[in-house]
């Protein structure tokens, strides 16, 4: 069976995690912790970097951070990972579902305008296969009616915006940011996550919040000679474990990077045939975006064409699946939404498969794939 996913492992982990171990400090913010900051604080530029236990705590941060209250409303699109709403949820939001764009999974920038209203408080944009949103008409936005903006870059890591001839790397461009290393990322440490605050006003209340919503972190740099509880908060800060597992990640970046665009260009030029005569889409990778090859997607005529595909792939060895469900129809949302059809999104629901992605596969196995969908669209359209 070729699999979806298979964690890449670079061969310096277990040493640093004996490290880890031996330097006898294996709580969080210890020495890998500190490396991982630094390390994303210099090759991307945020501001401040802190390593939480998931993505889903980061945005749980996020939430506590912009101070969500009861009845705040989030406009985020329906086309997104349930933590994306959930983190807002939890502090009593209301989420406000704007639909994707026709062609790209991605919120529509020209959709988000009319959900605006007096109890609207941040715009959540998720940057979807690691690629770009349009973030110059949303932060345009956000400055016109005051919003903040937080960047769910879970699948983001190494991946730019294009605006006026400057690459900014994604995450750095709303108030705040929230990264993952989960298993399925690009970069990973098993679960893992990272919170990154662009907005230096947030700095000193992220440290707090992160560690119980004590001033632990103050007491520790010696700013303050006893610490204790100053505000709300949990324990989002990973074990010292973890953050070594992950750093040895970080310093093969550029080389899973690189290896990853080739698998991605493999499957492009595998495919683009079908896609020339029309019998399936390709991701599209817009002018002001970058491509990380966080994955590869195909969209598909319809749901029933996607099934059989998905089943025709399986039983010849290969392991292909759909993406999210849209988060409106969800059985937990379903009877609270009120907004319109978000026809688009439900389109990437039903049509979109991930094709197998990850480091060690090889291009005999891409081969095979691309062959195989050829295959099964020469006898399904002669
Ligand atoms: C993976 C993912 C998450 C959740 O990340 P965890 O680290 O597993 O909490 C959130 N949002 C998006 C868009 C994701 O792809």
């Known amino acids: 069976m070729i699999p979806f996913n298979k964690p890449y492992l ?6 640093y995690i ?40 980061a945005l749980e941060m996020a939430a506590i951070l912009i101070d969500i209250q009861e009845g705040d409303e989030v406009i985020m699109p329906s086309f997104t990972f349930v933590s994306t ?15 994707s764009y026709f062609d790209n999974p991605n919120i529509d920038a020209d959709a988000i305008e ?38 769910d870059a879970a699948q983001a890591i190494d991946s730019f915006y294009i605006s006026k001839g400057t690459k900014k790397p994604l995450g750095s461009i709303g108030h705040l940011a929230a990264f993952s290393f989960h298993e ?10 990272m919170l990154v605050i662009n907005d230096e006003r947030f700095i000193e209340r992220a440290e707090i919040i992160r560690e119980k919503g004590t001033n632990r972190s103050k007491f520790f740099r010696g700013e303050v000679d006893k610490y204790g509880w100053v505000d709300i908060g949990s324990s989002f800060l990973p074990s010292d474990i973890i953050a070594a597992f992950l750093y040895a990640q970080l310093e093969n970046l550029d080389a899973i990077q690189t290896k990853r665009k080739e698998i991605w260009n493999s499957y492009f030029e595998g495919l683009k045939t079908l896609e020339e005569r029309k019998l399936i889409e390709l991701p599209k990778v817009q002018i002001y975006a970058t491509n990380n090859a966080h994955m590869f997607y195909i969209v598909c005529k319809d749901l029933e064409e996607r099934t059989t595909l998905i089943d025709y792939l399986k039983l010849n060895q290969v392991n292909a699946v759909f993406h999210y469900l849209s988060l409106h129809k969800s059985p937990y ?24 992605f990850y480091y060690e596969l090889s291009q005999d196995h891409i081969s095979l794939v691309c062959t195989l969908i050829k295959e099964f669209y020469e006898s399904s359209n002669q």
Do not use: W
Not at 28 to 51: A, I, M, N, P
Not at 121 to 147: P, Q
Not at 336 to 356: A, E, H, V
């Open 85 to 99: 709403a959930n983190a807002f949820v939890l502090r009593g939001a209301n989420i406000i579902f704007a639909d």
């Open 114 to 151: 009319q959900l605006i209203t007096p109890k609207t408080k941040a715009i959540v944009v998720v940057h979807y296969a690691g690629m770009a949103c349009d973030m110059d008409k949303i932060i345009e936005l956000a400055n016109k009616y005051k919003l903040f903006v937080i960047e």
């Open 333 to 356: 949302f379903q009877s609270k939404y009120i907004g319109d059809n978000l026809t688009n999104c439900d389109n990437f629901s039903d049509r979109l498969l991930r094709l197998p």
């Open 10 to 15: 670079t061969g310096k982990e277990t040493e």
């Open 18 to 57: 004996r490290q880890a171990v031996e330097n006898k400090k294996i709580s969080g913010d210890g020495v890998f912790t500190k490396k991982c900051h630094q390390f994303f604080e210099s090759k991307y530029g945020f501001k401040k970097c802190l390593l939480t236990t998931s993505c889903t705590d």
């Open 184 to 193: 399925t990322k690009n970069i990973i440490s098993g679960e893992g996550g």
